[in-house]
């Protein structure tokens, strides 16, 4: 791990990141020691620190961090970066001077299933709902006991993603992934300015789709209308993209997700089709 | 700063309280060595654990590496208790064996305006609301991004506090502290089953008032019940009981406030009347 660009695992115990979750975070999948999709991580992570008036880290020394934070063997791997408002005295009012804080490490690429690309996931519905709250809406913050909460309501292992709702009864996300539904328009997805993140990877697949001349709109989407989608399909930056095989015991076909659209975004997120990853 | 009963400042990069908020946290009053209202704060510390399915502290470790933690030559000092759930691999999902981390520290005892416990403080309304999220009301946990985002709204040292409501337009509390109505009737509080921290200050006020014959009511306050009050308070555990003076230009009288409840709460917040602090 590298904090702020020196190698230690340790964080200083009065950082704000810490004591009020006050920060913002980036899951990066690093392909032969790339990151992926780098120019739209560091966009949302920007934004965030404009949103929490946080000092945003400069592209050029936060690039260099990330590369050197690298395992240079790895194929895979997964990059976390960690901006924070940093040290401050007690009290929810930022320091007149912020010095933020950056901490970048690594992980292992994770154990996704490899069938779950062609054969879809299983998913329920989470009972713990999503707060609304549109300054911190759509950002990537610290702030994630809701998604914690509701990822401690299963452990059946065969249920890889929870569907969470809004206090309103709209579907708004994958504890981890962003959703999107399949009709006879083309793509819907839930629209994220009363909560929810906006994911990189949800960001790709609308940028694609829209390239492709497929309709893909953004509002609200209750229960009814995921009964009658033609598919559902989960995004996120180290899935890429997952079709949704069965929600609370009711099937959707696994094909329906358009094979351009799939190739296209396995491309661009991962620099080749999905079959070159297995 | 004491982690795990070991002396140090550092906290690991992986914690979950950092990655997620994934914890709690109490903030202490001390005086003469003596932590006060200990029961309570163990408490509301007991029960968050409990609603995030935390493993909680054994209360007489707890208490003995809080001791150990202590300034022995300060007559006044803040401790403050941040329970996480400690180390965890990447993803939401908890680790099966849960080590919580427990981080004990002090820090100087704030440079509270001692006029505003006479004169009463000025407040304001935020335009931040708090959203709403039941598993997660009540409990003082590490997601406060909402009160750091209202805390940023105003710079005037003249503005001690900031009112916040939920998006029912009910209001719900301050950022750091708890609100009291006065009206003809006794003591009205918010009700914090959808949001809002329960305060450990807010609990023994409504106590006293109970144990002195005074009506305590919980539930629904919106803007023109604080029109109609004969006073308004603000509470938490360092500052007491601060009468409001002015909110948003509106005045109020700040001798509305019970003596004896003033002065009960004192005694057993503080270990004696506000007089005997200066």
């Keep these: ?92 009012a930022p320091p007149r001077d912020v010095v933020p804080t950056r901490i970048i490490g690594t992980s292992p690429w994770p154990d996704l299933p490899e069938w779950a690309f062609q054969e879809g996931i299983r998913v329920r519905f989470c009972d713990a709902r999503l707060g609304h709250n549109p300054a911190l809406a759509g950002i990537k913050h610290l702030n994630r006991l809701e998604q914690v909460v509701a990822r401690m309501e299963w452990q059946d292992a065969e ?51 829209v390239d492709l001349g497929i309709a893909v709109t953004t509002g609200q989407v209750d229960r009814p209308m995921l009964r009658q989608a033609r598919g559902l399909f989960l995004t996120n930056s180290l899935i890429g993209i997952w079709p949704v095989r069965e929600l609370d015991g009711y099937g959707y076909p696994t094909d329906s997700i358009d094979r351009r659209l799939l190739r296209e975004t396995m491309v661009q997120g991962f620099g080749g089709p999905r079959e070159s990853r297995a």
């Excluded at 899951?27 to 404009?50: D, S, Y």
């Excluded at 949103?51 to 050197?68: K, M, Q, T, W």
């Excluded at 309103?168 to 399949?182: A, C, P, Q, R, Y």
């Design 1 to 92: 791990v590298l904090i702020n660009g020196e190698t230690g695992d340790w964080l200083h115990a009065t950082d704000r990141g810490l004591l009020y979750g006050d920060g913002l975070f980036e899951t990066v999948a690093v392909i032969e020691g790339k990151p992926m999709l780098w120019q739209r991580h560091f966009r949302r992570l920007q934004l965030g620190c404009e949103r929490l008036r946080i000092p945003p880290p400069l592209p050029d020394l936060l690039f260099a961090e990330s590369l050197a934070a690298l395992d240079p063997h790895a194929p895979r791997q997964v990059l976390k970066i960690i901006i924070t408002r940093g040290r401050g005295a007690r009290g929810y």
């Design 159 to 209: 249920i890889q993603e929870g569907l969470m709702l809004d206090r309103d009864d709209k579907v708004i996300e994958g504890t981890m992934s962003n959703l999107f539904v399949i009709n006879e328009r083309g793509l819907l997805t839930p629209d994220l300015h009363q909560c929810g993140v906006a994911g990189v990877m949800r960001e790709l697949v609308m940028d694609v789709a």
